[in-house]
């Protein structure tokens, strides 16, 4: 089965940094590659996500991914964080060939005003 | 619509009892999962569903048992608690591979 792993546990930022979350899978096939968001005490949401094609997808609130095969990666970012931008990121993975989603440690995200 | 909900939102179970955490989702989904969500280590895939009278184990089924006879309800049953099943319990439906989660399961078992 495939297993993902987000190096970065702990990430503090100063608003307006930019941010890059890194995350690699580990599968030989085909994957579905997905980044959730979970605010403090909201339940999990997603940010975006990957099926095929341009291997550069935008989600919401100005966050992009960049998917690179050769490297099984699937890493986050965004040009400038925000103070709301404080919340845990989860990168997520699914195999075509099954029907789990397996997810990340996550990577927590605290931006100080 | 309301989604997926899970009831109950908090419990404190005592060791060797037994309980059922219950999910119910109004969007017609066929796929439904269960994970726990432990500090540190992400989600990790208890059992899922591909549709009514379908289940499967996911990465940590130790422990716990589901039924799936409708494609609205996918409850999971704990049937002797142990401290190592505290945690937070998700339920997610899924269409086109996105997942929607109800709002957890805070569980303590002491």
């Known amino acids: 089965a495939q297993s993902v792993s987000q190096h970065n546990h702990h990430v503090i930022l100063s608003e307006a940094a930019s941010l890059e979350l890194g995350c690699n899978y580990s599968?030989?096939?085909?994957?579905?590659l997905f980044w959730y968001v979970q605010y403090p005490g909201q339940h999990l949401q997603l940010l975006l996500k990957?099926?095929?094609?341009?291997?550069l997808v935008k989600g919401i609130k100005g966050f992009e991914a960049e998917f690179i095969k050769s490297k099984f990666s699937f890493n986050l970012r965004k040009p400038s964080v925000q103070w709301s931008d404080t919340a845990e990121y989860f990168c997520?993975?699914?195999?075509?060939?099954?029907?789990?989603?397996?997810f990340g440690a996550g990577t927590r995200l605290t931006v100080k005003p | 619509n309301a989604g997926v909900t899970q009831t109950p939102k908090f419990r404190i179970l005592k060791i060797g009892q037994s309980m059922t955490l219950q999910c119910t989702q109004d969007?017609?989904?066929?796929?439904m999962y269960w994970y726990r969500q432990d500090p540190g280590m992400g989600l990790k895939l208890i059992y899922y569903?591909?549709?009514?009278?379908?289940?499967d184990k996911g990465e940590v089924p130790n422990g716990y048992n589901v039924s799936r006879s409708t494609t609205e309800d996918f409850p999971l049953r704990l049937e002797l608690a142990a401290p190592s099943q505290t945690s937070v319990y998700f339920c997610?439906?899924?269409?086109?591979?996105?997942?929607?989660f109800g709002s957890g399961t805070q569980l303590s078992v002491l």
């Open positions: 990957y099926f095929s094609g341009d291997p």
């Open positions: 969007m017609n989904h066929n796929y």
């Open positions: 997610a439906s899924s269409y086109d591979r996105k997942l929607f």
């Open positions: 599968y030989g096939g085909t994957v579905n």
């Open positions: 569903s591909v549709g009514a009278g379908i289940t």
């Open positions: 997520a993975v699914n195999a075509l060939n099954n029907n789990d989603m397996r």
